[in-house]
Every structure is written in C-alpha cells, then in structure tokens.
T-cell receptor, first 114, second 111 residues
Framework: DAGVTQSPTHLIKTRGQQVTLRCSPKSGHDTVSWYQQALGQGPQFIFQYYEEEERQRGNFPDRFSGHQFPNYSSELNVNALLLGDSALYLC?????????????FGQGTRLTVV | GENVEQHPSTLSVQEGDSAVIKCTYSDSASNYFPWYKQELGKGPQLIIDIRSNVGEKKDQRIAVTLNKTAKHFSLHITETQPEDSAVYFCAPPSGYSTLTFGKGTMLLVSP
C-alpha cells in the first residue's frame, strides 16, 4: 500500500502564474480533501471531493479549484498566484460512508511563489 | 464551524517524562477526535483517535482521553523519547471528515 502520494514535492512559481498539484489517494479510499498549511500554522481546509464533485469547501477564493478523476485521484489548481499562496499543500484521503472516518495525509507539496 | 484551541503551544520535557496536550472544541455534535503528529518536512500522521462512545484509548505509550461534557480531549505520551519530538495537532472534524486543526503543540524531548 503506497499510501497517499502527492506530486510534485516542491515547486517554485512566479506571481500571477497558475499551478496544478496532484494527489493519489490511499488504496480503497474514495474521498480526497485538500489543505493549505502556512509556516508555523495548522492546516486549513480548502475543499473536499467525492464522486468527482466538490462536496464541501472552506473559506478560500475561487482562484482555488479542483477536480477528481474516476480513479479517485485529484488535482488542485490555483490561478493568479499571490505571494501569500506560498505554503505546504496537503492532500488527505478517506473513505466515505460515515461522517467521521480516519483521514490519511500525503507528504505535501511545498509551493513557493516569488 | 468548529472552533479548536490547543494548549500548550510549546512543551519541553526530559526523556522519560510524560507529556500532556489538551484540545478544546466547540461543536457538541463532534463524535470523532483524532491526534496527528507532524515531523519536519512531512505530512501529518494519524497517531491515535477516539470516538465519543469511549472515554479513553491507549496504544502503547500514547493515550487519548475524552471529556464530552467539558468538550475537551487530551493526548498523553508516557516515557517520552527524542523521536517523539514533533508538532502535534488535534483535529476534530466538522462536516464530511473535514478536519479543523488546532494551532499545534511543538513537543521537544531532550535526551
């Protein structure tokens, strides 16, 4: 079991550019959630995908969008990058069916906006 | 939404001592209470969790206790070791397994 895998591990982008981050969930999991973790802070929920639909969204602007594919993998897209978007982006996978189930995280993608 | 507070923000102990981290939450409907450990440069790792029908759960040197009336749950680590040094987060969920993280506790275990 490879667990949750994210790519790339590190990324440097210029202000105003667009970025796509990728996530493959843990085997058997069908739900993917994305979190943003600024330096020294706890992760903040961005959105969650289930059955290829955005099921829940945190307090993030429309510049943040996502997608889930039929194989349950997911992408996070951020448009018009700002310096403040620099953070560790974490993907978590879980199994739907109950309201509260264990969520497992990938190692994250470190995004630096210059 | 869920409001989560975690204390202390930093905890320094000597190897072999015990460590306790407390988390308070606001949503009385919460019924699942996980703790995550995050090492430098890595994603959070689920280390122990508890559901609301249980008051305490142990796994070797770590344990979690829950007080639903007071709306807090605590992480207990006994016989601490240097490899326990990390940032620990409580993260009670709201909605569909969407976790609300505390601000974290940096645990430093000195040899």
């Amino acid at each position: 079991d490879a667990g949750v895998t994210q790519s790339p591990t590190h990324l440097i982008k210029t202000r105003g550019q667009q970025v796509t981050l990728r996530c493959s969930p843990k085997s058997g999991h069908d739900t993917v959630s994305w979190y943003q973790q600024a330096l020294g802070q706890g992760p903040q929920f961005i959105f969650q995908y289930y059955e290829e639909e955005e099921r829940q969204r945190g307090n993030f602007p429309d510049r943040f969008s996502g997608h889930q594919f039929p194989n349950y993998s997911s992408e996070l897209n951020v448009n018009a990058l700002l310096l403040g978007d620099s953070a560790l982006y974490l993907c978590a996978s879980s199994l739907a069916g109950t309201a509260n189930t264990e969520a497992f995280f990938g190692q994250g993608t470190r995004l630096t906006v210059v | 939404g869920e409001n989560v507070e975690q204390h202390p923000s930093t905890l320094s102990v000597q190897e072999g001592d015990s460590a306790v981290i407390k988390c308070t939450y606001s949503d009385s409907a919460s019924n699942y209470f996980p703790w995550y450990k995050q090492e430098l440069g890595k994603g959070p790792q689920l280390i122990i969790d508890i559901r609301s029908n249980v008051g305490e759960k142990k796994d070797q040197r770590i344990a979690v206790t829950l007080n639903k009336t007071a709306k807090h749950f605590s992480l207990h680590i006994t016989e601490t070791q240097p490899e326990d040094s990390a940032v620990y987060f409580c993260a009670p969920p709201s909605g569909y397994s969407t976790l609300t993280f505390g601000k974290g506790t940096m645990l430093l275990v000195s040899p």
